[in-house]
């Protein structure tokens, strides 16, 4: 069964500096898909960013981009330029073709500093 | 609508209580997912359905749950004889393609259930 693995609960890091958010998973499939969600406060869950396991590219949206190390089976999240809008929980999810849901993994809180 | 709708935004049960819990989804988004949110963890997947149709309910933690869409659009989440093992936050999501793979999930904004 897939797992993913989120080893850091908190995080902090000062506006306008950058921080990476971790995320491990395990699988023996060589297709699937990763994700980083938000959630803030109010919990409503937003999409992040989106990577293919397919893709060698790693995907990026704005200041947010991440490091897709496939033999490795890691999935880090960089937020550049950090915001106080960018506080909330982060949590990476796997999904594989076919399953129709996706794996979470159990969160990593991001505090930002004025 | 614009976004996923979820109510109640909170519910407090007795316990033995029966719950029922709505999602509207986004206005054609074939694809619904219930997730169950305990407190400081991820999100566990319980049912998905494809139109009104429940394609996978592996998730759903005992024969106290139940979900339906009927007609492939606003779909309830119905907890019976709720237990306090039940409190968490209830996820509905929605996606315009069958997995959620290709544009990932809009996601509501939960009803948080506390059993007391």
């Known amino acids: 069964a897939q797992t993913v693995t989120q080893s850091q609960p908190e995080m902090s890091v000062q506006e306008a500096e950058t921080v990476t958010l971790s995320c491990t998973y395990d699988?023996?499939?060589?297709?699937?898909?990763l994700f980083w969600y938000k959630q803030p406060p109010s919990r409503q869950m937003i999409l992040v960013i989106r990577q293919e396991a397919y893709k060698q590219q790693n995907a990026t949206e704005n200041r947010f981009s991440v490091n897709f190390q496939k033999a490795a089976k890691s999935f880090s999240l960089k937020i550049s330029d950090s915001q106080l809008g960018d506080a909330a929980m982060y949590f990476c999810?796997?999904?594989?073709?076919?399953?129709?849901?996706?794996?979470f993994g159990t969160g990593t809180r991001l505090k930002v500093l004025a | 609508g614009a976004g996923v709708s979820q109510s109640p935004r909170y519910k407090v049960a007795k316990r033995g209580q029966d719950v029922a819990l709505r999602c509207d989804p986004i206005s054609g988004h074939v694809s619904l997912f219930w997730y169950q949110q305990a407190l400081g963890q991820g999100p566990e997947f319980l049912t998905y359905f494809q139109n009104e149709a429940q394609l996978d309910k592996s998730g759903l933690p005992s024969d106290r749950f139940f979900a339906e869409r009927p007609e492939g659009s606003v779909s309830t989440l119905k907890i019976q004889r709720t237990q306090q093992e039940d409190s968490a936050v209830y996820l509905c999501a929605s996606s315009l393609d069958f997995s959620g793979d290709n544009y990932g999930y809009t996601f509501g904004s939960g009803t948080r259930l506390t059993v007391v």
């Open positions: 999810a796997y999904s594989s073709p076919g399953t129709y849901k996706y794996i």
């Open positions: 699988t023996s499939e060589s297709d699937y898909y």
